[in-house]
């Protein structure tokens, strides 16, 4: 593809965020509910917008007016300051969660929402191993990326020490089966454990993964095994934590995917449908 204007390939002077091969064709212009426009005045039916967070499609009146108003009256401050939306938003987002879950700090990405709670987990427990699953996606930056196994670790260096892989539960491609040829996620997850127990130098801080795995396809955990997850972490001293960046705010029915199987977590990190598309990090 050619930028018009200057007759240079944008791959020319733009870094690709990820993936292979070129930039899609046409240049956007404008979006407006579940439609991106070309310069070129094509119309596209959008499915891809802020990598899965677009819930209110493109500029939603509400949305518009409340981003227009705000930023003419109060933009951004230091850490230490409040505002009137920032203290509304954390009190409605708590209210729709159960106890002990009812503090929040508000960041701007899904990979920083991780950070800070793989940070966290460290500082409570003191340790620092973490265990994810094996076909996991939690972000691009520092600890993220070293919990994720699904795309990002090859051609890096060193991965930090102290990160698991646990196999994933995947009833259609079953990695270890009961006489039936079925899934056998218990089996599954108590070999797991026991060769994280056999690696691990005895500090592990934290188990993080997506109650329903989204860039490793798709995939639901069976009922019955985050309840089995959480105890296996408890047993262990180390915290569960509930990427739910793609699942959160009733996306999967339930306010949260953790309702399905009765599992509260430790922590819990939201992003792409909280903020659909704009930053989750309010003034
Ligand atoms: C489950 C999950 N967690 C975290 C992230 C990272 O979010 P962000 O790209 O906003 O850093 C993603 C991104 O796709 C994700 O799917």
Same mark, same amino acid.
Do not use: K, N, V
């Given at each position: 593809m050619l930028d018009d204007a200057a007759h240079i390939a944008p791959e020319h002077h733009l870094v690709r965020?990820? #993936? !292979?091969?070129?930039?899609?064709?046409g240049i956007i212009a404008r979006a407006e509910g579940s439609s991106v426009f070309t310069e070129d005045g094509r119309e596209l039916l959008d499915f891809t917008s802020g990598q899965m967070s677009?819930?209110?499609?493109?500029?939603?009146p509400a949305i518009v007016a409340t981003v227009r108003e705000q930023v003419g009256r109060?933009?951004?401050?230091?850490?230490?300051m409040l505002s009137r939306p920032v203290l509304d938003l954390a009190r409605r987002l708590t209210g729709t969660l159960p106890e002990p879950l009812q503090k929040v700090m508000f960041l701007t990405t899904g990979a920083e929402a991780n950070e800070a709670a793989l940070r966290m987990a460290k500082l409570v427990t003191g340790r620092h191993e973490v265990v994810s699953f094996a076909?996991?996606?939690?972000?691009?930056?520092q600890a993220a990326a070293n919990a994720?196994?699904?795309? #990002? !670790?090859?051609?890096?260096g060193p991965a930090a020490p102290g990160n698991f892989a646990l196999p994933v539960p995947d009833?259609?491609?079953?990695?270890i089966v009961d006489a039936d040829g079925n899934l056998d996620w218990r089996r599954q997850l108590d070999l797991g454990f026991e060769l994280i127990d056999a690696q691990s130098v005895g500090s592990l801080a934290a188990c993080l993964i997506e109650p329903v795995l989204s860039s490793g396809g798709v995939i639901e955990l069976p009922l019955g095994y985050l309840a089995a997850l959480r105890d296996k972490c408890h047993e262990r001293g180390m915290l569960l934590i509930l990427?739910?960046?793609?699942?959160?705010?009733?996306?999967?029915?339930?306010?949260?995917?953790?309702e399905h199987d009765g599992v509260v977590p430790d922590i819990l990190t939201l992003s792409k449908t909280l903020g659909a598309g704009l930053p989750s990090r309010p003034c």
């Open positions: 965020y990820s #993936g !292979r091969g070129t930039f899609s064709p677009a819930i209110l499609g493109h500029a939603h109060l933009d951004h401050l230091y850490s230490g076909r996991s996606w939690h972000g691009m930056t994720t196994y699904s795309a #990002g !670790r090859a051609g890096y009833r259609f491609r079953p990695g990427d739910e960046a793609q699942t959160g705010l009733c996306r999967t029915g339930d306010w949260y995917a953790f």
